[in-house]
């Protein structure tokens, strides 16, 4: 029996190929321009702008996900009142002074 060798899977680059797809939408995308920039500036100036998505594409990755801030129950207004009014007595009460 002849042996098969098994090769393994070409890994392919993720950042060119993402960059090539972003190249190609951008050309699709302004066609119109081509005609009056000419095809070597025009091709120049989409290459410089998909690496500048890329760099930007980079940059987010490497973000922390935001944290989610945990908001305190809003009290009723009458509640607030009697807590700032508790606050004041107490205040009162260790300088010495009388509280209505």
Known sequence: MAATK???????DTKKITREDIETKIANT?????TQ?????????VKKAAKL??????KHA???????????PVLPVEKKIKKVAKKVAKKASKKGAKVK
């Open 62 to 72: 490497d973000d922390k996900p935001a944290k989610v801030s945990v908001e305190k």
């Open 30 to 34: 302004l066609d119109t321009i081509k």
């Open 53 to 58: 998505f890329m760099h930007g594409i980079k």
């Open 37 to 45: 920039l000419g095809d070597k500036k025009f091709n120049s100036l």
């Open 6 to 12: 098994k090769t393994a899977p070409v890994k392919k």
